[in-house]
């Protein structure tokens, strides 16, 4: 591990960055030896992180120990044999009821586990698996609103080849959301449609496109749950992709209640505040997948490769 630490930096770009991280934070590794990891998940009661290992098909446990446990195999196909090289579950969220929601590139479901969080059993009831009669293609990453309606994003990563898979049945990668009454409403249409956030007053929905040719993020304003309108770029990278050191398309994001947005781009970590000013970078050295806050916002943990980082926010 020295040699990634060796890339760790935090970038102050504004002084505005002054007020949410320290410039001289460590950035920590917790753990590794994992393949691609992803879909971070702080479980508050009980001071654990949940994150998915996409291509192993896993979920695991990082306690306050820095121990690590498997949660639950599967996580995302739960088939015979071998699917693809990214079959697990990716993004996982937590609702009011302490009930674990997986986004699952295998199964090309968004999910429920029917087991509680603290006995955890690859047993799950289907949310959403399909848009007017077609699969969707591999959810990735979502939201929960306050009212219980469930933003998601499904790009073509978790299908075996890809865009031009076969299997694939929707002719776009979509931007939806799951209405608590049941109803699958489309967004949007992107091309590589990653992760999903929303401001603090939920107003406003951040969306990320893993494109090389066309990496941003994307702004809409939220009229009523499930709709969207006055979508504009809020920061563009396509620029950077492929330079030195800045490695990462623009993936996972999460946003604070003071409305700054985290997000995973060229270089890791990148602080926008909400008038899309990038403030700061945390640089990670490898590609960077997403990241995740503990419930006092003081933290923030990052599933960087085949790596968890973690480094103390203010």
Request: with cysteine; proline share 5%.
């Amino acid at each position: 591990t020295d040699s990634i630490k060796t890339a760790f930096a935090i970038e102050i770009l504004d002084n505005e960055a002054l007020n949410v991280i320290d410039p001289k934070a460590i950035i920590e590794v917790l753990a590794s030896g994992f393949t691609w990891t992803e879909g971070p998940l702080w479980i508050e009661d009980d001071n654990y992180l949940l994150f998915s290992d996409i291509p192993n098909n896993k979920i695991y446990k990082l306690d306050s120990n820095q121990e690590v446990y498997t949660f639950l195999e599967p996580s995302g196909y739960t088939g015979e044999g071998t699917y693809s090289d990214e079959p697990g579950s990716n993004g996982l969220v937590l609702n009011k009821q302490r009930e674990l929601i997986l986004l699952q590139h295998g199964d090309r479901k968004v999910v429920k586990m029917s087991a509680s969080i603290d006995n955890p059993k690859s047993e799950f009831i289907t949310l959403a698996d399909s848009y007017n009669g077609q699969k969707l293609n591999s959810p990735n990453d979502g939201f929960l609103d306050k009212k219980g309606n469930f933003y998601f994003t499904d790009p073509p990563y978790g299908l075996p080849l890809k865009q031009d898979d076969p299997n694939k049945e929707l002719d776009f990668q979509g931007v939806f959301c799951l209405l608590n009454s049941g109803e699958l409403v489309l967004l949007d249409k992107l091309t590589k449609p990653n992760g999903i956030g929303q401001s603090p007053d939920g107003n406003t929905l951040y969306v990320a496109v893993s494109d090389p040719h066309h990496a941003v993020w994307y702004q809409y304003n939220i009229v009523k749950s499930g709709k969207v309108t006055n979508k504009k770029v809020f920061y563009d990278v396509t620029q950077l992709i492929g330079q030195k050191g800045q490695q990462g398309l623009p993936d996972g994001l999460k946003v604070n209640s003071k409305g700054y947005l985290f997000a995973t781009g060229p270089g890791g970590i990148w602080i926008f505040n909400s008038s899309a000013k990038a403030i700061a970078r945390i640089h990670t050295g490898q590609l960077t997948s997403n990241c995740a806050f503990d419930n006092h916002e003081k933290r923030l943990f990052m599933t960087a490769d085949d790596y968890i980082l973690a480094v103390d926010l203010l």
